[in-house]
């Protein structure tokens, strides 16, 4: 089954030109099955690369889709023109009334301030309640895994004495999770953060179970016990290129930065990456919206009803 999309979403044809099954709205009204509704918090400033990249993964899946992109109300950004947002784009306040199968929140390149600094922290605070009740699994992803993760758990996040920023091999904790079903016991997940979750903080703390870690960037995957939750601090979602764009954006911008790691062919800059990651990134998303689709209601009204 394909993902559904607004017919105008710049997603729509890079999605259909990589064969990902995308469907207007009257395909999906012809089917009489209840889809998904899987809603996309996004936080970060370029919104149309980040929505396309995590549609790719949420379309690929055997299931209907319907790909809810959400903003939060108390701040706007300056990166994405007003009228994308106004066509595809709902605030938070808007939907506080509706139930949702899965919740992708994303990061943000505001690792060095404190969480307490963030504009929008506040309205964060609402959201992550707001998933309590309104959400059946939400998956929370570098930034916006670290900030829920201290919200609901107390866990901090430490600055690094420089960017951990490439390609790092990967271990494979708990082959027997629904979530790594089908995964390799090793292998590459891109990683761009200034900061991180310390490995003692989550394995201490018996509300949490850590799935994937790696020996030089530290926990990369948590699951909570008791609920569908879920918190990866890395990139598996990334393209091909995201590594080079921001290696050659802070390169333009005169900012101290080295080569992504294990990323550029023989450390050459001007060699064409390859993208190592991308079975796994499908694997993860498909295993995520599976586990959604075996438990969620039918009746979507009673999601966080005991």
Request: glycine share 4%.
């Amino acid at each position: 089954m394909p993902i559904k999309i607004p017919e105008s979403l710049p997603a729509k044809k890079t999605l259909m030109n990589e064969g990902v099954m995308v469907m207007s709205d009257s395909d999906a009204d012809r089917q009489d099955i209840r889809p998904l509704k899987i809603g996309l918090l996004n936080l970060m400033p370029q919104k149309i690369q980040t929505e396309t990249q995590f549609a790719r993964l949420i379309g690929a899946t055997p299931l209907q889709i319907e790909f809810s992109l959400i903003n939060v109300s108390s701040y706007k950004g300056r990166n994405t023109s007003e009228q994308h947002m106004d066509s595809f784009y709902r605030p938070f306040t808007s939907l506080k009334e509706e139930k949702f199968d899965g919740l992708i929140i994303t990061g943000a390149p505001i690792e060095h301030l404190d969480f307490n600094e963030v504009k929008y922290w506040n309205e964060l605070i609402e959201i992550f309640e707001w998933t309590k009740t309104n959400v059946f699994s939400t998956l929370a992803v570098c930034w916006g895994a670290m900030a829920m993760l201290k919200y609901f758990h107390g866990i901090e996040k430490y600055k690094l004495p420089e960017k951990a920023f490439g390609c790092f091999r990967h271990n494979n904790l708990r082959p027997s999770s629904p979530y790594l079903r089908g995964f390799s016991d090793d292998f590459i997940v891109p990683v761009s953060r200034w900061t991180e979750i310390r490995s003692e903080d989550v394995v201490t703390n018996d509300n949490l179970d850590l799935l994937i870690t790696s020996q030089e960037v530290g926990p990369c995957l948590v699951s909570e016990k008791k609920t569908k939750n879920l918190y990866i601090f890395n990139h598996l979602e990334y393209d091909s290129l995201t590594l080079k764009n921001e290696y050659d954006r802070d390169v333009s911008e005169n900012i101290s930065t080295s080569i992504p790691k294990n990323y550029f062919p023989y450390d050459d800059t001007n060699k064409t990456p390859e993208n190592r990651w991308r079975s796994h990134a499908h694997l993860l998303y498909g295993n995520w919206i599976n586990e959604i689709y075996q438990d969620t209601p039918y009746d979507i009204s009673s999601i966080g009803k005991p």
